[in-house]
C-alpha cells in the first residue's frame, strides 16, 4: 500500500527562531518531540546522517540532515514499513514558518495492517501533539489538540499490555 501522509503547521516565528527548536529534536532539552504524552526520540549519538534510533517500536536511521531545512529519516522497524519520514522547515515570510512532517512509503504484509489499524491514528495524534508543543511556545493561548476515539482506546489497550 502506498502511504502518503503530511502535516503542516505554520507557526507566527521567524525561521531561524523554528529551526533552533526543531535543533533540540531528541536532546534531555526536546522542545518539539511531545515525551510527555508519548515514547521519547531515542538518538544515541544525537542527530546526525547515519544515526540509528527511533520511538517507542518505530525504528529508523537519519539518512538526511540539513538543520536548516530538512531531518529524513529511513524506517527500519517494523517490518513492511519501506520509506521515509521527514520533518522539512520552509520560510513562508520574515515572520512566518512552516514546517512539515511527511511519511512517504510503501507498507506490505503485516506493516499495512499495523498501519491501518493502529500506527496511522497513532502517528497523527503524536504529530499534532509535536506541532501544537512547537506552535505553544510562543503563544499565549496553548493549543491542544484532542485524541479522537480510535487514540484513545489504542493507548489504553496499550498500557494495560504494559501492566
Do not use: C
Request: hydrophobic share 35%; aromatic share 10%; no cysteine.
Amino acid at each position: 500500500m502506498n502511504v502518503l501522509n503530511i502535516h503542516k503547521r505554520t507557526i507566527q516565528q521567524p525561521k531561524d527562531i523554528v529551526t533552533a527548536l526543531l535543533k533540540t529534536l531528541s536532546t534531555e532539552n526536546d522542545k518539539i518531540w511531545p515525551k510527555e504524552k508519548w515514547p521519547p526520540m531515542k538518538f544515541k549519538a544525537g542527530i546526525q546522517e547515519s544515526a540509528k534510533g527511533g520511538h517507542g517500536p518505530i525504528r529508523y536511521s537519519v539518512e538526511k540532515y540539513t538543520p536548516n531545512e530538512i531531518i529524513q529519516f529511513r524506517f527500519l522497524k517494523p517490518s513492511g514499513f519501506n520509506g521515509i519520514h521527514k520533518f522539512e522547515i520552509r520560510e513562508l515570510s520574515e515572520e512566518q514558518t512552516e514546517i512539515t512532517h511527511t511519511i512517504d512509503m510503501k507498507t506490505v504484509g503485516k506493516g499495512t495492517l499495523i498501519w491501518l489499524f493502529a500506527i496511522r491514528s497513532l502517528h497523527n495524534a503524536l504529530i499534532e501533539d509535536g506541532f501544537d508543543k512547537l506552535e505553544n511556545h510562543f503563544s499565549e493561548h496553548k493549543k491542544n489538540t484532542q485524541w479522537n476515539f480510535w487514540v484513545r482506546f489504542l493507548r489504553k489497550q496499550l498500557s494495560k499490555k504494559r501492566k
